[in-house]
């Protein structure tokens, strides 16, 4: 029968089929064709319980209560045990216990289902004794809170903690219950500390995340305009918690309206609404005259984080409908030396982010309405050439500028279009130094895609030259940074070719002269610090800078208090004067080629002299300048803050002043946040630090555990062989603190991290590896833990042992032993050896005393621990060994001696026990099988050894005769 033909019950029956064969999948589509196909309603039920029990074991649990919830409307009471453990696998225990309830009133002495209940029973007690607390607490925090006569500090955590409640379900439910958003909305009004208003703000934020109920009634009770009014501020913290509450909103709203629902119900209608608001608002706020800068930015972040979600009301074409590109341009062409009563309030950092919204704009509208987009540019920049004045003109270059950033396809059509090109250069080779800047912007935009923006390219160049020649020193300055920014994509076009040999020193020390000028303005210094962030790639100018000291407190001054481009240029320039990049990176290098190509090669200075320049800049205070730098959100200037760190770290005589100042709790934050490359760099600093002195004098109190994390991290095959022996070694040194330490540094992990190592490895980590091991093993609960978690780490050791390496083996050896000795069960694992015989033996006859020792007691401890093991090491040459240890006149070790006595008293009363249980064995059967003679014989062996506990060590090779008759 061919399936177009099968009836819902046959496809049922093939649904059950599949399920009781494993295939999950097949069985959830047969049990849907099935569904599909049933009308009789007691069938149905009976398919939506089964197709539940598929997705309760795909874990698929909002499914299997749907499906339990249909069946149960069919009254197939059967489905309830399935709905009450999805209920429970999603936390919704009292809902599980009421249907747990149910389940065993029908069903009263089923024992599996009255632990269920009791299970449920004690959890939601639990949870209502902490519903209870938790009422309490929020109620608590919240006249605390709202107290305006309080102390302001108590109020602050009081605060705080009511955010902390809020992110339970529980207590989201208790603050809302208690009219908490109403109070919120009131308090903020009134409220002048800022801790407490941004909390405020929060709270609402996590109260309204993925929850439709509390975000409509914070809606109608608290409204949009308050969210607004909220955003509107010159604090960044209360920026950010505003921004992070109206996403919330969003997010609510938005998954609700993408919901898979064939039938739009009223909350998905009210949700479009709401959305529609929202953006409508959103949109029209960009261009308000009284909008904060920052609040601004925060919008438009919201506009672009957003714009591509809410597709089922295509924002981004009504975006562009509502005018809302034309919006965007008007605040990307503002400009802070045209001030007026219409500016409006901008950061450094708005442009940025508008060229990121018009490209995720144009991204969107790409394949449907992208000459809408374009349109809406090209009206914008009529409307403003319209008018014949010099200052429309400029700015809709800077919008020019800021499109070339973001969708650069738009931006390089609109300067292709007649008069604009030409307007460019004309405005670059007049005298007015801001017409200059402009141009030099827009040129360097277009020129950073050469192959997209051939347009400009072919007269941008000779445009840039006559540039670096301006009158004006912060004209010339951009434009020669702007040249070297150019290279950093490894562009060897002779055409930039601008320098001749001495030029990149007479330009550094042009910007040296800028930064230290105190009549020079801070702009014009921020650009000498970009400058030098490119000039000193070259040697001499490394030099020469790293004496000028004044100028580097000056360039670190300004780099805190400027945006992050200046920051990320005076981090570059320490960079540099570390020499901390690396090698192996291909932008550094065709960077690097760039400025060698230009400027003269480097010369041996550099080489001989970066130590010296790394303790200047120590000396000078850049430490603790990095320590400060460092809490920056960055992450690109994080990466280059550790590689400082790194570089500085790397000499010993430093390291002590990098922990004096500050510089262990900074690495610890760096190597946990960041790039992967900027994690990698502090978390070597951190392995540097570790391997000085007393660690627990570098990382006191709880430093010494949250150090360990990113130094096992290191451990991998894709870091050089030093990286891995350093961050061992560093391990090493941390484990030997304590027990808890070894417990520790277990438990991250390591033992996986430095598997490749004993497999593949070069034998200094084979050697580190081994070492570490046998630190951590010291641990009796790290060494039982070892073997619970992984039985193959005996044959690791094992592995290790069959080194050719002397000192590895050794330090092999020194591990199983102590492992053996500690862990029972890895005694039965080292059998399993093909060479463990061969191991003994290495050990026994070794001329270390040490390591005969150490063999001696790897045998007793194999001795006590397997019931077989007598066997075992009699049937070999091991006893005999022991025995000539014990006789041996020659040995001066005192403890070899004793220790052979006590291993072979062990041997004999293990080979005693083990033999009375086998003659007496083979007595039984002799005298089943009648076998009288045998039995003579076992009797007789059986009484010698019950009277008198003598029985040769080689008994069992004679068992074997004994049963034969021979």
């Known amino acids: 029968m061919t399936e177009s033909h099968m009836s819902a019950l046959q496809w049922y029956a093939k649904g059950y089929e599949e399920s009781r064969k494993g295939n999950l999948s097949e069985a959830l589509s047969h049990y849907t064709n099935a569904l599909k196909l049933e009308e009789n309603k007691t069938y149905k039920g009976m398919y939506y319980r089964n197709r539940a029990g598929i997705y309760l074991q795909l874990s698929d649990y909002e499914k299997v209560i749907d499906d339990c919830n249909s069946a149960l409307k069919i009254c197939c ?203 409508l608002c959103l949109s029209y706020s960009i261009t308000s005259r009284t909008l904060k800068g920052l609040a601004r930015d925060a919008i438009i972040k919201l506009i672009m984080s957003n714009i591509h979600c809410v597709t089922t009301l295509g924002w981004a074409n009504r975006f562009i409908e509502l005018r809302g590109v034309q919006r965007l341009m008007e605040v990307a062409s503002e400009m802070e030396e045209y001030y007026s009563e219409s500016l409006l309030d901008i950061t450094s950092s708005t442009q940025t982010i508008i060229s990121a919204c018009l490209a995720k704009i144009y991204e969107n509208v790409y394949y449907d309405d992208k000459k809408t987009f374009i349109n809406a540019v090209d009206e914008f920049i009529e409307d403003k050439l319209h008018s014949p004045d010099i200052e429309s003109k400029v700015r809709v270059v800077v919008a020019i500028t800021v499109l070339l950033l973001g969708p650069l396809e738009v931006g390089n059509t609109v300067v292709a279009k007649g008069g604009i090109l030409e307007m460019i250069l004309v405005m670059a080779g007049t005298d007015d130094v801001l017409q200059q800047k402009v141009a030099l912007e827009c040129i360097v935009a277009a020129m950073t895609k050469k192959d997209k923006a051939r347009a400009i390219v072919n007269q941008g160049v000779d445009v840039l030259k006559k540039l670096c020649q301006s009158k004006d020193d912060l004209v010339r300055v951009r434009a020669l940074v702007r040249f070297c920014e150019m290279g950093s994509s490894g562009d060897s076009d002779v055409t930039i070719r601008p320098f001749a040999d001495g030029a990149a020193k007479k330009l550094a020390e042009a910007c040296r002269r800028l930064l230290t000028n105190p009549k020079k303005e801070k702009n014009m210094k921020e650009w000498a610090v970009k400058g030098l962030s490119y000039l000193t790639f070259n040697a001499k100018v490394k030099e020469e800078l790293i004496e000028d000291l004044e100028a580097i407190f000056t360039m670190i001054e300004i780099a805190e208090t400027a945006d992050q481009s200046v920051l990320f240029g005076m981090l570059t320039t320490l960079v540099n004067l570390c020499n901390a990049y690396d090698e192996q990176e291909p932008k550094m290098i065709e960077l690097t080629k760039f400025v060698k190509y230009h400027f003269p090669e480097e010369s041996e200075l550099d080489d001989d002299n970066f130590e010296e320049r790394l303790c200047a800049l120590a000396k000078a205070g850049v430490i603790s300048d990095l320590v400060d730098v460092a809490k920056t959100d960055n992450q690109n200037c994080k990466e280059l803050i550790a590689r400082v760190f790194n570089a500085i770290c790397s000499e010993q ?14 690495l610890l934050s760096l190597a946990l946040d960041g790039t992967v490359k900027g994690k990698k760099q502090a978390s070597l600093a951190l392995v540097c630090l570790a391997l000085t002195k007393c660690p627990e004098v570098i990382f006191p109190g709880q430093l010494i555990t949250k150090v360990v994390q990113p130094i096992v991290n290191l451990l991998n095959p894709e870091c050089s062989v030093n990286e891995n022996c350093q961050s061992l070694t560093a391990l090493c040194n941390l484990a030997d603190v304590n027990d808890s330490m070894r417990e520790y540094i277990f438990k991250e992990g390591v033992f996986q991290k430095i598997e490749a190592f004993v497999y593949e490895g070069d034998y200094l980590l084979k050697l580190a590896s081994a070492n570490l091991i046998n630190i951590l093993i010291l641990s009796r609960e790290v060494a039982i833990q070892c073997f619970e978690q992984d039985n193959s780490r005996v044959d690791y050791l094992m592995l290790l042992y069959k080194d050719e390496n002397q000192d590895i083996k050794f330090a092999a050896a020194a591990a199983l032993v102590k492992l053996t000795v500690a862990n029972k069960d890895a005694c039965k694992k080292v059998f399993d050896s093909n060479f463990w015989l061969e191991f003994l033996r290495f050990l026994l006859t070794n001329p270390s005393s040490k390591i005969q020792e150490m063999g001696i007691i790897f045998v007793l401890s194999m001795i006590r621990s397997m019931e077989d093991v007598a066997a075992k090491l009699i049937e070999t040459d091991i006893m005999e060994l022991l025995k000539a240890l014990n006789k041996n006149n020659t040995v001066q070790n005192k403890n070899i001696k004793e220790l052979t006595s006590i291993a072979l008293e062990a041997v004999a009363e293990r080979s005693s026990k083990e033999a009375l249980v086998i003659i007496r064995w083979e007595r039984d059967t002799a005298c089943r099988l009648g076998q009288l003679d045998l039995l003579n014989r076992l009797e007789k062996k059986l009484w010698v050894y019950e009277h008198t506990k003598n029985v040769p060590l080689n008994i069992y090779s004679e068992f074997g005769r004994i049963l034969t008759g021979r």
């Open 653 to 666: 005589t430093l390291r002590e002043m990098v922990v004096d100042e500050g510089g262990t709790e900074a």
């Open 77 to 279: 009471n059967k489905a309830l045990y399935r709905r009450c453990k999805a209920l429970e696998a999603l936390g919704r225990f009292e809902e599980a216990y009421q249907d747990a309830e149910i389940i065993i009133s029908l069903n009263p002495n089923n024992e599996d289902f009255q632990r269920v209940v009791e299970h449920l029973r004690e959890i939601v007690q639990e949870r209502r004794k902490e519903k209870s607390h938790i009422s309490a607490k929020v109620s608590e925090m919240l006249d605390l809170a709202f107290d305006v006569n309080a102390n302001e500090k108590e109020r602050e955590i009081a605060m705080n903690d009511l955010l902390v409640l809020a992110r339970d379900e529980t207590g989201a439910a208790e603050i809302f219950k208690k009219e908490g958003v109403s109070k919120i909305a009131q308090l903020v009004k009134v409220e002048k500390n800022e801790e407490v208003i941004c909390s405020a703000i929060r709270i609402v934020g996590v109260l309204c995340e993925k929850n439709l109920t509390r975000t409509e009634s914070v809606m109608k009770y608290v409204g949009l305009p308050w969210c607004l009014e909220m955003i509107n501020s010159t604090s960044i913290k209360r920026v950010n918690a505003s921004q992070y509450c109206l996403q919330n909103i969003l997010n609510t709203y938005i998954d609700m309206n993408n919901k898979p629902d064939s039938n739009p119900n009223e909350d998905l209608c009210e949700a479009q609404r709401e959305i529609d608001t929202i953006m």
